[in-house]
């Protein structure tokens, strides 16, 4: 059968922090999220776009006709917009080209 093991207590925290050492040394550092995009930060809705650009929908509607703005259709219904490309049409704005 098994047999009885006595320690003490400071033996104990030893053997665990050797443990907890020894398991971290397995598992990979997780990779900082500041370093990557996030997916839910990279594309917003129409109706989010038209408020970060400060615009109602037919506005950003026109945009996307004009080809000033290129949309990325999720679905023939779901319409999203990369953050990357409403801040570019707004610099630009800001410079006076568009």
Same mark, same amino acid.
């Given at each position: 059968?098994?047999?009885?093991?006595?320690?003490?207590?400071?033996? *104990? +925290?030893?053997?665990?922090?050797?443990?907890?050492?020894? @398991?971290?040394? $397995? #598992? !990979?550092?997780?990779?900082?999220?500041?370093?990557?995009?996030?997916?839910?930060?990279?594309?917003?809705?129409?109706?989010?776009?038209?408020?970060?650009?400060? *615009? +109602?929908?037919?506005?950003?509607?026109?945009?996307?006709? @004009?080809?000033? $703005? #290129? !949309?990325?259709?999720?679905?023939?219904?779901?319409?999203?917009?990369?953050?990357?490309?409403?801040?570019?049409?707004?610099?630009?704005?800001?410079?006076?080209?568009?």
């Amino acid at each position: 059968m098994g047999q009885l093991v006595v320690m003490t207590r400071a033996d *104990l +925290d030893s053997l665990l922090q050797d443990a907890i050492a020894a @398991s971290r040394s $397995l #598992v !990979p550092e997780p990779v900082k999220e500041e370093g990557l995009p996030s997916m839910a930060d990279e594309y917003v809705t129409r109706q989010q776009a038209a408020k970060i650009l400060h *615009l +109602d929908v037919s506005s950003l509607w026109r945009l996307e006709k @004009s080809g000033r $703005l #290129v !949309p990325c259709r999720a679905s023939d219904r779901r319409v999203l917009y990369r953050k990357a490309d409403l801040e570019a049409y707004l610099n630009s704005k800001k410079g006076g080209v568009a």
